[in-house]
């Protein structure tokens, strides 16, 4: 069974840094496309980035060169390193995994970017 569960979320200030975490049990690392979303206060869902199963990255172009993501298969995790946050960027981030038409979630985390 799959489970995804995500940390890391915070307030920080404009200019600064937050990782997220997200803690992947069931997830086969070869089979699986993962990624972040987010959504922000009345607005819909939308990918941030992801990471195919050959480790290719893809990121929307308003978090490109801000924002990292990775993943670590020995230890089941896929993170997300942002970096020069912005006010816009505030929601809550969700984990996300795919594959063969099945797609999970996990509960999500705020992130929250405010002086």
């Known amino acids: 069974q799959v489970q995804l569960v995500e940390s890391g979320g915070g307030l920080v200030q404009p200019g600064g840094s937050l990782r997220l975490s997200c803690a992947a049990s069931?997830?086969?690392?070869?089979?699986?496309?993962m990624g972040w979303y987010r959504q922000a206060p009345g607005k819909q869902r939308e990918l941030v980035a992801f990471i195919t199963s050959g480790g290719s990255t893809v990121y929307v172009d308003s978090v490109k060169g801000r924002f990292t993501i990775s993943r670590d298969k020995a230890k089941n995790t896929l993170d997300l390193q942002m970096n020069s946050l912005k006010p816009e960027d505030t929601a809550v981030y969700y984990c996300n995994g795919g594959s063969s038409g099945y797609t999970y979630w996990g509960q999500g985390t705020q992130v929250t970017v405010s002086s």
């Open positions: 069931g997830i086969i690392w070869s089979r699986y496309v």
